[in-house]
């Protein structure tokens, strides 16, 4: 059974800065899509950023410039660096992923993370 595991949410002040990070346990052959989610109290679940394997990484218009995805194949991790911070990105943040679990199965299954308060706040 696959579950992302999620790190790094927290309290930050606006203007500063915080890093999320997420990384798969269990039986994983390929991953062709790794990003981020947030949904605000209220709102539909939007997306953030992600990143195919090939490196090409989509940002929502109200990040672009100040958040940052980033991929470590080799460690099946994603993280999220997130700058200048507003109360606007207070929300859960949830990690998504695109796994394939058997070299005998072409098919990848999507997952999400349980999800990390991020709260922006003076």
């Known amino acids: 059974q696959v579950q992302l595991v999620e790190s790094g949410g927290g309290l930050v002040q606006p203007g500063g800065s915080l890093n999320l990070s997420c990384a798969p346990s269990?039986?994983?052959?390929?991953?062709?899509?790794m990003g981020w989610y947030r949904q605000a109290a209220g709102k539909q679940r939007e997306l953030v950023a992600s990143?195919?394997?090939?490196?090409?990484?989509n940002y929502a218009d109200s990040v672009k410039g100040r958040f940052t995805i980033v991929r470590d194949n080799a460690k099946n991790t994603v993280y999220l660096q997130m700058n200048s911070v507003t109360p606007e990105d207070t929300a859960v943040y949830y990690c998504?992923?695109?796994?394939?679990?058997?070299?005998?199965?072409?098919?990848?299954?999507?997952?999400w993370g349980q999800g990390t308060q991020v709260t922006v706040s003076s």
């Open positions: 990143m195919i394997t090939g490196g090409y990484a």
């Open positions: 998504n992923a695109g796994i394939r679990t058997s070299s005998s199965s072409a098919n990848y299954n999507t997952y």
């Open positions: 269990g039986r994983i052959f390929s991953i062709n899509i």
